[in-house]
C-alpha cells in the first residue's frame, strides 16, 4: 500500500469496469432504496451530465452530526464541492478521459478530483437523495476536535486544488522495477542480468537528474508493478507517480497519456533507456508543442524515444503505431497525421542491445557533467561489453 494507494485502486478498478456508468461508495456507507432509485433514473434517462453525487447523512455518532449533514448539503449545493463520502456517480468515458483522479499531495484525492472536472466546466449535481454514512471517528475524537480537523484539511485542500491543475506540462518516464520484472532483456542475453540492472538503475538516475532541472514540468514515474509503487515512492519522492496498469505497450502508453494529457493540457512520455536526453532535448519537445499538435524524437533503430503532444490521442491511434516493432515512428506518425501537426525532432539511439551500450560508451564525453551523469561515466569506462 502507497500512501496514494486508494487513488491507484480506484483508477485500476474504473478501467477495470465494464459499466457505462461508475458509481464510488465507502465500505461504510449505507444505500437507501431513495438514492437506488435516484442512481436507476439517471443512467436510465440522463445522458448529458456526468458527475452527480448523494447528500450526506450519518446512522451513528454524536448528535451534534446534524450540524455537520447541514454544513455538507450547503457546502455542496453553494461551492459544488462533494467529498468522496458522498457516492459520487460518473459517466466512465467521461472519467476516464478526465483522467481519473489526481495525485493529491495534500490527501483528498476526491477533493482534487471535483476541482480537476470544474476546472473542465462540470460542476457536480444532487441526485436529491441521502447517502448515510458512520460518524464515528466523531465519537472516537470528540465531535469538536474531529470537525475541526477536517474543517482545516478542507480549507487547506480547497486552497491547494484549486489553483489550475494543468498549469505544468507533464513528462511521464516508463519504468519498470528490477527484481520485480525483467529489465533489458536483450542487453542482459549479450551481457549478463547484473550488468542490464547496474545500467538501467543508472539510467534511471541520470533521467531524474535532468528531469530535477526543470521546475516547470510535473515529472512522473509511470511504474509497471502495482507492488513496486511504493519502492518507488520511496526512492523516488519529488516525482508524482501513475501505474502503467496491464495490457501491451500500446494500451499501458494510452492510458498513462490519456490521464497525463487530461490532467496537465500537455504530456511527453519518455523511456528510461536513454540517459543521454538533456534538458534541451525535452525543451525543444515542450517548445515544439506550441506550434505543432504533437512530437516524435525518432530512434536509430526504427522506433522513438519520445512522443507527446497538447491533443488527446486514441486506442485505436496507439493500437495502429505498431509500437513494438522497427517501423514505431514511421507507424505513430501515420497513426497521428489525421489528428493534427507533427513535429519531428533530431534523432538519437536508446540502449536496448550490447551495440547500443557500446555506442553510448564511444559517446560519453557527450553526457552532461551531472553528479548522475558522471557515475554512468565512471561505469562505463569499467564495464566490459
Known amino acids: ?54 447528500d450526506l447523512d450519518f446512522f451513528d455518532g454524536p448528535r451534534l452530526l446534524q450540524l455537520n449533514r447541514l454544513g455538507t448539503h450547503l457546502r455542496s449545493r453553494i461551492t459544488g464541492l462533494p467529498f468522496g463520502d458522498q457516492a459520487y456517480l460518473v459517466e466512465r468515458a467521461w472519467f476516464l478521459q478526465l483522467g481519473g483522479f489526481p495525485p493529491a499531495p495534500l490527501g483528498g484525492e476526491d477533493h482534487a478530483f471535483v476541482w480537476q472536472a470544474m476546472a473542465h466546466g462540470i460542476r457536480p449535481r444532487s441526485l436529491k437523495a441521502s447517502i448515510r454514512t458512520s460518524g464515528r471517528r466523531y465519537a472516537e475524537q470528540g465531535w469538536g476536535r474531529a470537525t475541526f480537523h477536517y474543517l482545516t484539511l478542507t480549507v487547506k485542500q480547497a486552497l491547494r486544488y484549486r489553483k489550475p491543475l494543468n498549469c505544468h506540462p507533464a513528462v511521464g518516464v516508463f519504468v519498470k522495477t528490477p527484481g520485480h520484472s525483467p529489465i533489458k532483456s536483450r542487453l542482459a542475453a549479450r551481457t549478463s542480468p547484473l ?60 492510458r498513462v497519456y490519456r490521464r497525463l494529457q487530461s490532467r496537465h493540457g500537455l504530456a511527453l512520455l519518455i523511456g528510461a533507456d536513454a540517459p543521454h536526453l538533456t534538458v534541451q532535448d525535452l525543451q525543444s519537445a515542450i517548445d515544439a508543442l506550441k506550434h505543432s499538435d504533437f512530437v516524435l524524437k525518432p530512434a536509430a533503430d526504427g522506433g522513438f524515444v519520445l512522443i507527446g503532444g497538447r491533443l488527446p490521442i486514441t486506442t485505436e491511434q496507439w493500437q495502429a503505431m505498431d509500437l513494438e516493432t522497427p517501423r514505431a515512428c514511421a507507424g505513430a506518425q501515420h497513426a497521428l497525421a489525421p489528428s493534427g501537426t507533427i513535429a519531428l525532432l533530431p534523432s538519437t539511439f536508446d540502449i536496448d542491445t550490447a551495440e547500443d551500450l557500446q555506442l553510448l560508451k564511444d559517446h560519453v564525453q557527450e553526457l552532461s557533467s551531472s553528479p548522475a551523469h558522471l557515475t554512468l561515466r565512471q561505469w562505463l569506462a569499467q564495464v566490459e561489453i
Not at 480506484?10 to 458509481?23: H, I, T, Y
Not at 432504496?33 to 453525487?53: E, K, S
Not at 537528474?209 to 515512492?233: F, G, K, R
Open 1 to 54: 500500500m502507497t500512501t496514494q494507494g486508494r487513488r491507484y485502486q480506484l483508477n485500476v478498478g474504473a478501467e477495470a469496469a465494464a459499466g457505462l456508468w461508475l458509481w464510488f461508495l465507502h465500505a461504510d456507507s449505507q444505500v437507501s432504496p431513495a438514492l437506488t432509485h435516484a442512481v436507476i433514473d439517471v443512467i436510465a434517462h440522463q445522458t448529458v451530465h456526468p458527475f452527480w453525487y448523494a
Open 195 to 254: 550488468i542490464a540492472e547496474q545500467f538501467y538503475e543508472l539510467a534511471v538516475y541520470c533521467q531524474q537528474s535532468t528531469l530535477s532541472l526543470m521546475p516547470h514540468i510535473t515529472p512522473y514515474w509511470c511504474v509497471a508493478e502495482v507492488d513496486a509503487a511504493s519502492l518507488w515512492e520511496a526512492k523516488r519522492p519529488r516525482f508524482a507517480l501513475e501505474l502503467q496498469g496491464e495490457g501491451d505497450l500500446a494500451s499501458r502508453l494510452d
